[in-house]
């Protein structure tokens, strides 16, 4: 029975229940989002939220008090520096808790617990989104205004579209234009290869004709020394014979 229990106790005794709630609410000041069971996550925001509003006033006495409660002064440092001075213009709800479903093991339920003005994906979708509009009917208005601002309306869609339309004359000008530069350059191009393959042919053709000049004049020089050869063998010869 739950009588006269104002509180939840997390099955723990006043000063373990303490110590965990201040170590959970320097970590969650530290790194702006912790995760936690959903019923330790409520008694973290009755813990942590009181002391964020005392951070507004930067006196000696908040100070001392919230470091009464936190036992870091490293948590005091930043809830009275960085999370103040983001905070300033709420009025309270400084936490958010998202369930996250059960944990595996003891099936318990499962929260993520953060501080609301860091979490800078939800800010940018509130900030874009737009304003709710109503939509009211009013009697006793007279067709020609109606008549007039369809006038109006049709002018403004045909002047657009006749934009539109030389917009597109222009782009596709500028098309033919590049398509035609792009030709002559590839032409240009050919031309060039083929002054380059024709330039190529007749140097191979010189240096042929220098081959074949070069070639007579070698055999002459190689068959200098055979005839030479010959001649000092007749000579022997003949010597040989005359000594006999």
Known sequence: MRHRKSFNHLGRNSASRKAMLSNMATSLIMHKRITTTVAKAKELRKYVEPLITKAKEDTTNSRRVVFSYLQDKFAVTE????????????????????????????????????????NELLLEEKGTKKAKTTRRRRGGKKKETTEATAAVATEEVVEPKEEIAEEKQVEDKKAEKTEEKEEVRAEEKVEEVKEEVVEDKKEEKAEETKKEEKAPVEDDVKEEPEAKKEKEEKKDDKKEEKDK
């Open 79 to 118: 809830l009275f520096r960085e999370v103040s001075s983001k905070v300033a213009d709420r009025p309270g709800g400084y936490t958010r808790i998202i369930k996250l479903g059960t944990r595996l093991g003891d099936n318990a339920e499962m929260a993520m617990i953060e501080l609301v003005d860091y």
